[in-house]
């Protein structure tokens, strides 16, 4: 069962354009927690050299809509209701990690905690914090990825 719930996660986020535009990938899929991994590079900073909110927080917005994702039926989907995100630190680092922890499950709608990572040399920094709701959507199929 466990490794089903991996695999429509892998296959629903190979599907989302940005994460594959930013170069974000999943690295840890469990129920209620998931981790997003965003390398450091220069087409993802701002003009002082940080990682640009906009990418931090979409990978925070993604880290915590899969989290959420782990524990909806097989037949459904997920959209974000809402989210915020307190910027706690300049978004430095190798990579940052975007972690999405289920804080409560519901039938239709479920709320995350949303923690983004600054990790250099293995030394992880908060740089951002938040928290998100999502729905759970019945009979909404996602679209197919496009061939390039």
């Not at 997003?36 to 990418?55: D, F």
């Not at 239709?108 to 999502?134: I, K, P």
């Amino acid at each position: 069962m466990e490794d089903e719930m991996q695999a429509r996660i892998r296959a629903s986020f190979e599907r989302q354009g940005l994460m594959r535009h930013l170069g974000a990938r999943i690295v840890h899929i469990a129920p209620g927690c998931v981790r997003i991994v965003l390398p450091s590079r220069a087409e993802v900073t701002q003009q002082h050299g940080y990682v640009h909110a906009g990418a931090t927080s979409a990978i925070a917005d993604s880290a915590g809509g899969y989290a959420a994702y782990t524990l909806f039926p097989q037949d459904t989907s997920v959209l974000t209701v809402e989210y915020k995100i307190n910027l706690l630190a300049p978004a430095v680092g190798d990579h940052l990690e975007a972690v999405g922890t289920v804080l409560k499950a519901g039938r239709t709608l479920t709320v995350c905690r949303l923690e983004v990572f600054g990790v250099q040399d293995g030394h992880r920094t908060l740089v951002a914090a938040g928290q998100q709701t999502l729905i759970c959507v019945a009979e909404r199929p996602e679209q197919p990825r496009e061939r390039r």
